[in-house]
T-cell receptor, first 113, second 111 residues
Framework: KQEVTQIPAALSVPEGENLVLNCSFT??????LQWFRQDPGKGLTSLLL?????REQTSGRLNASLDKSSGRSTLYIAASQPGDSATYLC????????????FGAGTILRVKS | SQTIHQWPATLVQPVGSPLSLECTVE??????LYWYRQAAGRGLQLLFY??????ISSEVPQNLSASRPQDRQFILSSKKLLLSDSGFYLC??????????FGNGTRLTVT
């Protein structure tokens, strides 16, 4: 059974720092991995989707990498801003049941001004 | 691009009353559609998903049901709400291999 773990559970950093959020998964047989952001009381916003054949994806100050063989993904946020404060979740689409994504519990990020 | 519309944003219902939450999708055809519930401070729980009209898979036995009467419409229902049905309900959709997109959610409080 696929399990997704996100470390750390919470992170507080000063504005301007570069930071890394981690996501690990137990079964490397996945179609893709997706990173989301959730603001309090809101739905999830898709940030980046990495297909299993890709190593990384970039969007603005965000860069997500995927190492399928080791079951790891990282989300790198450059020059963090207070507006980046949110919960970040990763999810994988397992080949075993590709219609259903398996989500991690998320990392709560606070960027202090 | 794909947009998920979900309403209402908040809902307060008494125990034993019926429920109907509607979700519609724009910008795609034949999407996979999903209903999730998120309890306070907890992760996402998949409730139902659908790969096509009339095709519903239930993930968690409970007091809720789902229907997909049209390609881009997904409805979450209950005949009689329980206190434990309170939570944040999220509709999501995607084409296979494409990003999953979420609606803004419905905050349901059962009193």
């Amino acid at each position: 059974k696929q399990e997704v773990t996100q470390i750390p559970a919470a992170l507080s950093v000063p504005e301007g720092e570069n930071l890394v959020l981690n996501c690990s998964f137990t079964d490397s047989a996945i179609y893709n991995l997706q990173w989301f952001r959730q603001d309090p009381g809101k739905g999830l916003t898709s940030l980046l989707l990495i297909q299993s054949s890709q190593r990384e994806q970039t969007s603005g100050r965000l860069n997500a990498s995927l190492d399928k063989s080791s079951g790891r993904s990282t989300l790198y946020i450059a020059a963090s801003q207070p507006g980046d404060s949110a919960t970040y979740l990763c999810a994988v689409a397992p080949m075993e049941y590709g219609n259903k994504l398996v989500f991690g519990a998320g990392t709560i990020l606070r960027v202090k001004s | 691009s794909q947009t998920i519309h979900q309403w209402p944003a908040t809902l307060v219902q008494p125990v034993g009353s019926p429920l109907s939450l509607e979700c519609t999708v724009e910008g795609t055809s034949n999407p996979n559609l999903y209903w999730y519930r998120q309890a306070a401070g907890r992760g996402l729980q998949l409730l139902f998903y659908s790969v096509g009209i009339g095709q519903i898979s239930s993930e968690v036995p409970q007091n809720l049901s789902a229907s997909r009467p049209q390609d881009r419409q997904f409805i979450l229902s209950s005949k009689k709400l329980l206190l434990s049905d309170s939570g944040f309900y999220l509709c999501a959709g995607r084409e296979v291999g494409s990003p999953l997109h979420f609606g803004n959610g419905t905050r349901l409080t059962v009193t």
